[in-house]
């Protein structure tokens, strides 16, 4: 919410007027009961205790000067107003939402609002689940990584694929500058091991880099195990068998 100076010195006077009019409503009230009461009733409440003025209830041998007239199945109904404990809790939460309107929506030195906060906080978990994304990654090596089958994992896997693979590969594994994907054949060996160790160390002498600085390991594992769900797939204009048939 973006206010101007002046739209915020209205609201500010506005809540200061509010709360000046609560006080004196407060005040005439209290007034005009003392005037309305019998004047023994009035001497009766001041000699009370602090205590029992705070409460505001009456004795159970004085309940009868505030029955009403209607009876109900001998029920008889007290002319009882809301104590004044519950009073003032209740003209505390108006004075309260005041102040609060004022300084977290209002003041040019409040804090940031609702939505910057949210956005602020998504920001700082996104940067912590990076973070440990990274840590995590670090965790996977050729020796520990298995074949997911998750489709989620599969399908980041497939876009991990799209982006970096498919210019050698074709975009259903069927081959091209590299070789068949889809088949049982392997020139480096198949498997998840295997084939992590391909994508992550490269084959230089075959135009393959080492993708170890581009793909973190578990994008490394997610895209072979992506490769290896290819297997099977015989798609149209697929490569000739290369490498050693792997069973």
Known sequence: ??????EIWLVSLLIITSIIVLVVTLQLSTVLKKLTQDPNQVDEEENLSWWDKFKGLKPIEKEGEI???????????????TPPWFMYLFY?????AGIYLFYYHLS??????????????VTIAEKAKEEYMKKFANSVNEDNAKALTGKAELEEGAKVYATNCVACHGDKGQGGVGPNLTDNYWIHGGGIKNVFHTITQGVPEKGMIAWNKTLNPIQVQKVASYILSLKGTNP???KEPQGEEVK
């Open 1 to 6: 919410m973006n206010l101007s100076l002046t």
């Open 67 to 81: 029955a009403m007239e209607h009876k109900y199945d001998g029920i008889v109904e007290l002319d009882n107003p």
């Open 92 to 96: 505390i939460t108006i004075i309260f």
């Open 108 to 121: 040019p030195n409040s804090s940031l609002s609702q939505d910057e906060e949210y956005t602020t906080e």
């Open 236 to 238: 149209p204009g697929a």
